[in-house]
């Protein structure tokens, strides 16, 4: 558990600090402008919808009150008795059909409005003289109806109360959107505050647990979302990584006991010597260190072939014949051996493979097969589908169906009958499935007809 020290001042300018490149502050600053884009559309489309509508009840109600008054002329009322202004009505007319004006209250708008006002709603541009003989410029939105016998109504209004509406829902809007973007930023700023808690908390363990190195693993939140995936798969990544490094260690521990031992060998070779040998005993000394040291340059090749297969380096794949390959390496092992090799039942294939890593799989597969033998080693390529498969049986021990799993491991040590006494490094094998893997083939071992063990290695055929 990690304590940090207590301070005098909990409060300090870095937690104050607001991290401008955090996911937290980025989610939060996004989503803000996003409210607020959606909030100026929407406070756009409600301030022409409401504007919209009370201009609407607007123009009804002047509308309303000229058909009000036109009625009222129809049924013999006096145009004098109504040109009393009420409501918003800031004046209204009557004029005759000849355009002579019967009756008028409240400013006075000049010019021949029987002509210059159309029946319903419109607007008109005058000049209107107040009460004190002062001319204003004024826009009127005006309404004119007209009665059966000719005589035309017209209200009008500057429409002050309409356009002090129109503003207070606009004064409402841009109240209330700042309110809500700000309102919406916080929720987003909590909400994701909440959400990456959880990594936050697998962070801080992440630092223990790859600091401490003892399997630990970091707490997943098992709320069964992409945090709790990300747990999962960090915790996926600590376990291939433990898995790794125990296998490297296991790796270097093994190389060097191997490496160890051809060293030790020859020098108790050269010890036991006398230093005064004849030639027959400088002979003897001679060959045996060899020997050692010829096992000592296999030990290293083979090693240093898995640290390059392990750097993963492009290959060049070219189409050759796998029978070709095949007899190579037989009259290779076979000029050396006293064992049969019996290579009648290769027939050529055109395999696509990287001509000196399959040569070098054969090869280890033959050598092994040639070592633990009792007596011959049958060959066989067949071809099933788009793999050519090579098969090698040997008439040897064979290889118990438990350590069939890890025969393939580097320096893996199997029964004791096919131990690397008998010779070998304990890589060949380990060697021949990464060849294989790299090359897009496959490596299986099953038990031989003779008893022995039976490798069938496959590569993609050429197509």
């Known amino acids: 558990m990690r304590i940090s020290p207590m301070t005098n001042n909990p409060i300090t300018n870095k937690s104050l600090r607001i991290n401008t490149k955090s996911v937290r502050f980025r989610t939060t600053a996004g989503a803000a402008v996003a409210l607020i884009g959606l909030l100026a559309v929407a406070g756009f489309g409600v301030n022409w919808f409401v504007g919209r509508q009370i201009q609407r009840s607007f123009d009804q109600t002047l509308f309303e009150q000229a058909a009000d008054r036109a009625a009222l002329i129809d049924g013999g009322a006096s145009p004098d008795t109504l040109m009393t202004p009420v409501g918003d009505e800031d004046f209204v007319v009557a004029i005759g059909p000849d355009g002579e004006r019967l009756a008028s209250a409240g400013v006075m708008v000049p010019g021949d409005l029987r002509t210059d006002v159309p029946l319903g709603m419109s607007d008109l541009l005058v000049t209107v003289i107040g009460s004190g003989h002062n001319a204003e410029q004024e826009n009127l939105r005006v309404a004119a109806v007209e009665a059966t016998n000719g005589v035309r109504v017209i209200v009008g209004n500057e429409g002050e109360n309409a356009r002090s509406s129109q503003a207070a829902v606009r004064n409402i809007l841009l109240a209330v959107m700042p309110l809500t973007a700000l309102a919406g930023a916080g929720v987003a700023w909590f909400v994701t505050g909440r959400a990456l808690g959880p990594v936050k908390l697998m962070r801080s363990e992440l630092d223990d647990v790859v600091g401490a190195g003892d399997g630990r693993r970091i707490t997943e939140p098992g709320s069964g979302d992409e945090i709790d995936e990300l747990g999962a798969t960090i915790n996926g990544v600590l376990d291939r990584l433990d898995q790794q490094s125990l296998q490297q260690r296991q790796f270097v521990a093994d190389a060097s006991h191997e490496l160890k031992s051809p060293l030790a060998n020859a020098r108790a070779i050269i010890d036991t010597s006398s230093i005064a040998a004849d030639a027959h005993e400088f002979e003897r000394v001679t060959t045996s260190v060899g020997v050692e040291l010829n096992r000592l340059h296999t030990l290293v090749d083979d090693l240093l072939y898995l640290a390059r297969a392990d750097e993963g380096a492009p290959r060049t794949l070219k189409t050759i014949d796998l029978a070709d390959l095949v ?33 070098r799989a054969i090869r280890n597969l033959l050598e092994n097969a040639e070592r633990f033998a009792a007596q011959s080693v049958t060959l066989a390529v067949v071809e099933t589908g788009a793999m050519a498969t090579l098969i090698v049986a040997d008439d040897g021990p064979g290889i118990a169906p438990e350590d069939r799993d890890t025969v393939f491991e580097r320096f893996a040590r199997v029964h004791t009958d096919r131990a690397r006494s008998a010779g070998g490094t304990g890589l060949g094998l380990s060697i021949v499935a990464s060849i294989v893997t790299a090359n897009g083939g496959a490596i299986v071992l099953t038990d031989a007809p003779s008893g022995g063990a039976q490798f069938e290695l496959s590569f993609p055929v050429n197509s």
């Not at 064992?339 to 395999?351: E, F, Q, R, T, Y």
């Open 327 to 359: 007899f190579d390496e037989a009259e290779r092992v076979a000029a050396t051996s006293q064992k049969h090799i019996d290579a009648s039942g290769v027939v050529p294939v055109g395999v696509r493979v990287e001509p000196s890593e399959a040569a």
